[in-house]
């Protein structure tokens, strides 16, 4: 399980999980995406696109680090390639409609900062 | 029997306890399982993330009397049927999940609230859910179909 991220500017932070967002993996990473997610960045990218699994423990942690950023005044969008097993887990439980996703890298970029 | 682990030709059980670390044993035996038996890799994914969230309801929900007694999970592949079934065997408070009421999910981030994501996962990733209180335990099954080859 790992979690990376990257500064693109003053705007924008990129942060990528890899690995399995199921139970002991969202624990071993939750107050890191929480302690990213509370930088004073505009817009905040995350990349869910080589994820292996996406449960609903993982899920809330998303939920809590969007109402985060949205709260400061922020954005957070989701990447989620072509990943069709993440798809499916943001769709079943409504992230989509709440957490704006995309395919790319670019067009969530574009969507964090606007 | 290894590992907690019993085989034969089409079934397979494995018994965990009821923690976090099991469950991802459980979710990663039943994948190994599965694809083993050529269950498609779509099916695969379907049916290890409803097991996750069953077995995480269990944990979070199932009370001290779940966490007492081992959690047994089996499962059956039915490749001329097209069709895996998984059931979930627990001594936890009883709870039927066919009968739980729909989860309305949130419009808003605001309204957003930390449970009831579960259930939904678990209807999307099944195509069918049995229920039955036996013994004084839950047996939970679910199953996924695919087309005949």
């Known amino acids: 399980m790992s979690i990376i991220h990257t500064d693109v500017g003053d705007n924008l932070r990129k942060i990528v999980i890899l690995g399995r967002l199921d139970i ?23 990349d869910l696109s080589s994820l292996k699994f996406l449960a609903s423990i993982g899920i809330r942690a998303l939920f809590k680090s969007a109402r985060a950023v949205k709260e400061r005044g922020g954005k957070m969008v989701l990447v989620v390639g072509t990943n069709a097993s993440v798809l ?3 769709e079943a439980t409504g992230v989509s409609e709440m957490i704006p996703m995309f395919r790319s890298d670019a067009e969530a970029e574009r969507a964090a900062v606007a | 029997m290894h590992n907690g ?9 494995l018994d965990i306890a009821a923690s976090g670390d099991e469950i991802r044993r459980a979710c990663e035996w039943l994948a190994t399982a599965l694809r083993q038996r050529d269950v498609p890799d779509r099916q695969v994914e379907r049916l290890e993330l409803a097991l996750h969230e069953v077995l995480a309801n269990v944990l979070a929900h199932g009370g001290s009397a779940a966490r007492a007694e081992p959690i047994r999970i089996r499962i059956e592949c039915r490749q001329e049927a097209g069709e895996a079934r998984v059931e979930v065997n627990d001594a936890g408070i009883p709870f039927d999940p066919t009968g739980a009421p729909e989860h309305t999910p949130a419009k808003t981030l605001a309204e957003a609230r930390p449970g009831g994501l579960g259930l939904p996962l678990i209807r999307r990733c099944s195509d069918w859910m049995r229920y039955r209180r036996d013994g004084g335990r839950n047996h939970f099954m679910f199953g996924a179909r695919w087309p005949k080859r």
């Open chain 1, 88 to 90: 499916m887990s943001l």
């Open chain 1, 24 to 46: 002991p993996g969202t624990e071993s990473i939750a107050d890191e995406l929480e302690k990213l997610a509370a930088a004073p960045k505009k817009g905040v990218v995350v």
């Open chain 2, 5 to 13: 682990i019993h085989t034969d030709k089409q079934d397979e059980t």
